[in-house]
Every structure is written in structure tokens, then in C-alpha cells.
């Protein structure tokens, strides 16, 4: 029987941080070789302790803790560095990423384990901790326990991330174990450390870099695609010649397309919701269609294929009248719950007080309608002898992401979806939208990061992924891959393909101090640094995510797009690629300007067919739409066909395309040191004279600016955290 140890890690701190003062790189829980305070506790059943014992620990000669665990059934221990005194004695950890310590177990279990939890010392009705947990072997910290020393490096966020935890309130360290049978370890010099200082590189000193762009090579399509957005102004979309934006989301899986209402999902209180419409034709896809039409912009649009919609717009999933006391409320509506019962337990809802059954021949007829109005309505737009109006739903996609319906959705879905639900379902609603728009594209699955990549919802189990009996059920193949192939086994079957395109979501997962690459405000050198070294888990293949997912696949590289294009040519050759959803957030501050504009030129260099930000690009996110698609206000844009480009220098990053019609040649250059400016040499381009320059720099990261002063000097001055576009117009002949 394979022994798992419940360590709750409720991380006790011996002193309280000075509130002006730096927080000391490593901040010290218990080591033999420091001195400690603390008050241990055991409940770890006949003859089991927890206590320091002299010359056990790593360092010879020197003190460790011992943790021994008898008997069956629940056992228990711990340590509060703080002595459970007085009750709101706490430490501040939010400058901390990941704890450390070294464990080994001096028993002969094979396969033990340990699960750790951190906890706060904040007066909760539940005693249960709040922390995520974590396992050592399980979730592939450490490859086994053994009887070796083993140093573990857990990042903070594993334990905090989605939870009420506070990591300005930790003070204890607890350790379970529920299996039964003998446990012995020994750990020592357990702490937490901060995370990685910015770039050593001194402030203000130049660093050179010399660039060569390959003018002449052969070269690919880049497609306009790549631009898209979730929301955007119609001025905005006109402008930048945004040729498609997504309608979709979490609230999409549920949408009645008759009476314009969805569902808040878990996002609000599985509360239904919409706006009435005046007519049938201002309802559904047709009003999200027709915001596009003043600016020709076409539609990626999200269908259902959970199989219930909202059946108007006023119910909700979990009535406290009806379900008892729930662990939230609407702000709004008392009545309204969360679904969760005061000890966090799940309340099984009934679909029909919120939805109607919503099967493909339901979701058919908004799509036949959609297709019939578009036809009509463009047609009516048209000026006599004028091409007719290219905006219409050009994709349909297959709802969004199924994957995680069950906590999304949980009130319709509380069953994790599997391989084969997900390919049945995008069987039969893939093959009704062909019956009715056989003109439009496809896409789909939709995943909604990197686990579903490998595994379907229900593989995660309860052992995070580690038996996943549903993938070794479909050859052990990742999920991904087998759904590719599938789909290649339809096209061949039925000479057409059911889905054209292979849609993923990203988002990137790491954090500084509780602070999100995605959602992190503010100035923090670290986390802008983090989020500009994220971008690289697209393309890198040697590069190691900063996060969670590092502790995943035994560690390899992200290397997302070239793992996805490599997958689609072994196993669907010829399918498109859309990263369907994705943000890196930063629109407050430069670093989230330095990483679009390195999203925008991986894609182009990378071959993505079709990208969307989520939702609109807002502050230095906006400014590098109007960089690459209407830098001078005239229609100056990024190139529509790649070249092959270097940079000399890791700090400098390039991207280079030409124009197709004009012929123009554009570089962007993208320094990414925060703290020093960059002397770039470009190289000589005979057959071009430069035209203009423009930047977006860290003063006004919002703005794009003329630079007139990179006209043909050499080197060029590119000042740190700034973005730079340079256009070269072809010499007359």
C-alpha cells in the first residue's frame, strides 16, 4: 500500500519583519545548526513523536527533527515557531517564493510520500487547512523518499494560488498521515527563500548588440490573424485592420441565442443573466456580429456543446431557501449562493432551475438563423457593383474548455469530462454546424492550459494526475495527440475534416509574492522581469517555466507552439493552430508592452494561425496594437511576410517581416533589460532607405512616440524596457 503523509505546512515564523526593512534573502523556520524556538504537538498514534533529536540532522554532528508515525488511521504532528503566542502572532511571507527544506525517511517504505500544507493562523468555523496540498513524489518534487537526503523546493504559489490562504499570517508546521503502518523521516533546515534578484547588470551601463535580418530569404505568410482580440472598439478595429475578434468565455457555454441570456457560472454565483433584446435579429451571434460590421471585422465564435442553456435570465443554481447556508452569497441577493456548504463541501444542483436541455438540433437553429440573417443583412450593405461585406462568423468554436466544466459549471457538469465525452461531443455538434455553414471553419477543443495538453479532467483524480486512467485507457497517449487523431481519422473516413483548427488557451502561471504574471499590478522589477521571461514558455525549448508546471512532465520546457505545430504534423497534418485565449498581462507598467510585442513577433516567426487576446489590450498592451498595425496614424504597419532574423546580444530581442504590397521592411527591437540601454547595429540593407521610427518606451508606456533620432545612425541607442519599430522603404530602381 503506498504511504502518503499528510505534511501540513503551517510555516511558523520566529520574528516579526521590520516593516521598513528588506526581507533577508532566506528567512528560517527550524535548522540543527541555528538556534530554534518553537512548540511541538503529536498525535501520531502508540509510541509515535515529533522532536528534535541530537546529530540526525544534514549537517554532521548537528541536531534534526525526527517524525514518526505508528498505529493506523489519523496521525498527526507539528511545530509553531510562534508557541501559539499570543493568538494573532504571525509572519509576513509575501516576499518569499518557495520553501525549502531537506527530508529523508529513515523507515523502509517503498513508496512513501508526503503532502505538505502551509497554514495561517486567521479564525476560520472550518479547522480543516485552507492551503492547496502538495506531494512531494506525487505531484514529481522529488523523485521518491528514500533513505537519502533529499533538498525539496516547493514555490509558494502551489500552496496559495485560488485559496484563502494569507501569506501575511503564517506561524505553523503540521505534519498527517492517514494510510496506518510504520513512517520514519528526519528534516532539517527548513526555510523560505525570495525569488531570483533582478538582473545583476549595472544600472545605465550600454550593452552592444549587432542584428542581421536575412532581406532577401524566402519567406512565410505572417496572417493578420495573429491580431485578434475578445473586445475592442470599432474605431480601434478599423484602424488597426483587425480582420476577426472572438465572442466566447466561460459564460458562452451556457448561452441562449433566442433571448440573449447565459449564466455566471463560478465566476457569479451560477446566477443567470442577459439583456433583452428588441427583436430576434438583436439577439444572439447576430449582435455580437454586429458590432464588427461598421469596421468589416468577422467573428470567432463560441457555441454550446455542454448541452444546457439558460432558460431565461433571473435564475440561479444554488437557493440558500432551498440548499441550507452556503460558504458565499451574492453582495446582492442573499439567496444566492456559491454552491458550497459551510465546510466547503459540494451541494449537487438541479440543471433545470437554471437551463433547458440544449442537444445539437437546439444549437443548429440559432447557427441556420445566424447564416441566413448574415447572407441577408450583408447583401442589403452593399453598394451596387461592390463586393459584398467580408463580416460574418467565419469560425464556429466548440464551446470553452471543456476540460474544467466540472468546477466551471459544476451546478450542469460536476463529472470531469473524458476523452471520450469530449470527442463525442465535438462529434455530433462539429458535424450539425457543417449541416448548416458548411462555408465556416471549425474549431476546438479549447484546453485551457498545459495539463490538458496531456490529460483529460477525469485522469486528475485524486492523486493529481499520476495513475491517469483515462489516458492509459486510449493508449496512453496525450490528450492532445489522441484528439488530433481522431480528428485525421474523420477527414479520412468522411473526406472532409470535422475541425480545422486546434484552439488552446495560455495563460502564464507564475507569481512573485502572490502577484500573478497574469493579474500582478505594479512596479515590482521582479515580477516585470518574470513576465517578460514567460513569453519565451511559447518558443523556447530549452527554457523551464518559472512555475508550477516545472513540477509537471518531469520538468521539460514548455515550448508550446513548436510542441503543438510538431504534434499537428505527425498526427493532423495541414490543421490550423489558434491560441484561442491568452494574456500576459502587465497593461499598468512597460513589461507588458515589452511582452506582447514579444507574443506578436513569436507568433509571426512561429507560424500561429489565429490568436486572441482576452479581453481588450488596455494601457502598454493597447500601444503595441497601434505599434504593429497603425504606427504613424496612416496605416504603417508590421510586415504580412516574415524574415529570418538574429540578435547578438539575449537582452535584445528581433522580429522582421516585409510588406508584400509595398515592399516595405519593418524591424521591431525589443530590449528587454529593465536597467540598461542597448547600442544595436543594424545591418546595411542596399536595396532600402529608412523611412521612420517609432517607440514605446518606460516614461509612457501607453504611448507610441515618433523616433526620429534612429534614422541611419549606427548604433542605434535603444533605451532599456523599450520596444522600437523601424521602417525601411524599398530605393527607386
Known amino acids: 500500500m503506498r504511504r502518503i503523509l499528510f505534511l501540513g505546512l503551517f510555516a511558523l515564523l520566529v520574528l516579526m519583519r521590520p516593516a521598513s526593512a528588506q526581507s533577508p534573502r532566506e528567512w528560517w523556520i527550524w535548522s540543527g545548526d541555528r538556534t530554534n524556538a518553537g512548540k511541538f504537538w503529536a498525535d501520531a498514534g502508540t509510541g509515535g513523536s515529533f522532536k528534535e533529536v541530537p546529530k540526525i540532522g544534514r549537517a554532521e554532528g548537528t541536531p534534526g527533527l525526527e517524525l514518526r508515525f505508528t498505529g493506523s488511521g489519523y496521525r498527526g504532528a507539528g511545530i509553531n515557531w510562534k508557541g501559539w503566542f499570543p493568538a494573532d502572532a504571525a509572519d509576513d511571507l509575501r516576499d518569499y517564493s518557495a520553501l525549502v527544506f531537506s527530508i529523508r525517511q529513515v523507515s523502509t517504505v517503498a513508496d512513501a510520500d508526503l503532502t505538505l500544507h502551509l497554514i495561517d ?26 533513505q537519502q537526503w533529499r533538498l525539496v523546493r516547493i514555490p509558494l504559489h502551489r500552496f496559495h494560488e485560488q485559496t484563502m490562504l494569507q501569506l501575511d499570517r503564517l506561524w505553523q508546521l503540521d505534519f498527517s498521515n492517514v494510510d496506518g503502518g510504520e513512517l520514519a523521516f528526519q528534516i532539517d533546515q527548513i526555510r523560505f527563500v525570495r525569488s531570483p534578484m533582478p538582473s545583476s547588470e549595472s544600472p545605465g551601463k550600454a ?23 475578445a473586445e475592442m472598439s470599432g474605431e480601434d478595429l478599423q484602424q488597426y485592420a483587425i480582420p476577426l475578434t472572438r465572442w466566447g468565455g466561460n459564460t458562452s457555454s451556457r448561452f441562449n441565442w433566442r433571448i440573449n441570456a447565459d449564466n455566471g457560472a463560478a465566476d457569479w454565483y451560477f446566477k443567470n443573466r442577459g439583456e433583452p433584446a428588441k427583436s430576434l435579429e438583436d439577439t444572439g451571434y447576430l449582435r455580437f456580429l454586429n458590432r464588427n460590421r ?20 433571473r435564475s440561479y443554481s444554488f437557493s440558500v431557501k432551498k440548499y441550507g447556508p452556503q460558504q458565499q452569497v451574492e453582495p446582492y441577493d442573499s439567496n444566492v449562493g456559491n454552491g458550497l456548504r459551510p465546510d466547503g463541501s459540494r451541494i449537487a444542483a438541479d440543471p433545470a432551475d437554471t437551463s433547458i436541455p440544449a442537444p445539437p438540433e437546439v444549437v443548429a437553429k440559432g447557427i441556420a438563423f445566424a447564416v441566413e440573417q448574415t447572407t441577408r443583412d450583408n447583401s442589403a450593405a452593399t453598394p451596387p457593383n461592390s463586393p459584398p461585406s467580408p463580416a460574418r462568423i467565419r469560425y464556429w468554436v466548440l464551446d470553452n474548455e471543456p476540460m474544467l466544466w466540472h468546477q466551471t459549471h459544476r451546478d450542469l457538469h460536476p463529472n470531469p469530462v473524458t476523452y471520450d465525452e469530449l470527442w463525442d461531443r465535438t462529434e455530433r455538434y462539429a458535424k450539425m454546424i457543417r449541416q ?29 494526475y499520476r495513475r491517469h486512467p483515462d489516458r492509459r485507457a486510449h493508449g496512453d497517449l496525450p490528450l492532445v495527440v489522441w484528439y488530433l487523431q481522431q480528428c485525421a481519422r474523420y477527414r479520412k473516413q468522411h473526406g472532409t475534416p470535422l475541425v480545422d483548427t486546434l484552439d488552446v488557451h495560455w495563460y502564464p502561471q507564475g507569481s512573485i509574492n502572490g502577484q500573478g504574471i497574469y493579474t500582478g499590478k505594479g512596479k515590482d522589477p521582479r515580477l516585470a522581469e518574470l513576465r517578460i521571461r514567460s513569453v519565451r514558455e511559447w518558443w523556447d525549448r530549452s527554457h523551464v517555466s518559472e512555475s508550477w508546471i516545472a513540477d509537471t512532465q518531469g520538468g521539460e520546457p514548455v515550448a508550446l507552439i513548436p510542441r503543438l505545430r510538431q504534434w499537428i504534423a505527425e498526427n493532423n497534418p495541414g490543421m490550423e493552430l489558434a491560441i484561442g485565449e491568452y494574456n500576459f498581462g502587465g497593461s499598468d507598467q512597460i513589461s507588458g508592452a515589452i511582452a506582447q510585442a514579444e507574443a506578436f ?13 482576452w479581453t481588450k489590450p488596455e494601457g502598454s498592451q493597447a500601444a503595441v496594437w497601434k505599434l504593429f498595425r497603425n504606427a504613424d496614424g496612416k496605416g504603417l504597419r508590421f510586415g504580412d511576410r516574415w524574415l529570418p532574423c538574429t540578435s547578438s546580444h539575449p537582452q ?39 523611412a521612420q521610427a517609432f517607440q514605446i518606451g518606460e516614461s509612457a508606456p501607453d504611448r507610441v512616440i515618433a523616433a526620429p533620432d534612429l534614422a541611419a545612425t549606427q548604433p542605434r541607442t535603444l533605451p532599456p524596457a523599450s520596444v522600437t519599430l523601424i521602417a525601411f522603404t524599398p530605393k527607386p530602381k
Open 121 to 146: 493562523n486567521v479564525k476560520r468555523n472550518s479547522k480543516q487547512p485552507v492551503s492547496k496540498p502538495v506531494r512531494l513524489v506525487a505531484d514529481r518534487l522529488i523523485p521518491k523518499l528514500d
Open 207 to 229: 550593452y552592444s548588440a549587432t542584428v542581421q535580418v536575412q532581406w532577401d530569404a524566402p519567406q512565410h505568410a505572417i496572417p493578420d490573424g495573429i491580431y485578434g482580440v
Open 294 to 313: 461598421p469596421s468589416n471585422a468577422s467573428l470567432y465564435c463560441t457555441i454550446p456543446m455542454i448541452g444546457w442553456v439558460a432558460k431565461d435570465r
Open 436 to 464: 448548416h455553414d458548411p462555408d465556416a471553419k471549425i474549431a476546438g477543443f479549447c484546453s485551457w492550459g498545459w495539463m490538458d495538453l496531456f490529460y483529460s479532467a477525469a485522469d486528475e483524480g485524486s492523486d493529481s
Open 601 to 613: 513577433g513569436v507568433m509571426a516567426r512561429e507560424r500561429v494561425d489565429l490568436a486572441f487576446l
Open 652 to 690: 535584445l530581442a528581433i522580429y522582421a517581416a516585409r510588406a508584400s504590397m509595398s515592399g516595405q521592411l519593418t524591424v521591431v527591437l525589443v530590449n528587454r533589460s529593465l536597467t540598461q540601454p542597448c547600442q544595436a547595429t543594424l545591418p546595411e540593407f542596399p536595396e532600402y532607405r529608412f
